[in-house]
């Protein structure tokens, strides 16, 4: 079977910064992309940032310059550094990956807290 788990959530002033990892495992085929997403109270889940097995990165427009995303291929690791957070980037920050032949699962998410 298939498992995504995320970690490095945690609470933070604004200004600081977080690393999130992402491990997925279980599987004998590559990953084709691993994504993060956020979802916070009240809001719908939004995609943050993304990286495909070649290095093809996306960001949201608000994360840009601030969040870094990376991988490991040979871990099936991802990060997402995220630097000069904001408290606006409170959420629940969840780890999607998506392998080869539509095989896919999410995480159960780590909770991210910026305060002013």
């Known amino acids: 079977q298939v498992q995504v788990e995320e970690s490095g959530g945690g609470s933070v002033e604004a200004g600081g910064s977080l690393r999130l990892s992402c491990a997925a495992s279980?599987?004998?085929?590559?990953?084709?992309?691993i994504s993060w997403y956020r979802q916070a109270p009240g809001k719908q889940r939004e995609l943050v940032a993304s990286?495909?097995?070649?290095?093809?990165?996306n960001y949201e427009d608000s994360v840009k310059d601030r969040f870094t995303i990376s991988q490991n291929n040979a871990e099936n690791m991802v990060y997402l550094q995220m630097n000069s957070l904001k408290p606006e980037d409170t959420a629940v920050y969840y780890c999607?990956?998506?392998?080869?032949?539509?095989?896919?699962?999410w995480g159960q998410g780590t909770l991210v807290t910026v305060s002013s």
């Open positions: 279980g599987s004998t085929f590559s990953i084709h992309a």
């Open positions: 990286i495909t097995s070649g290095g093809s990165t």
């Open positions: 999607h990956a998506l392998w080869y032949l539509n095989l896919e699962a």
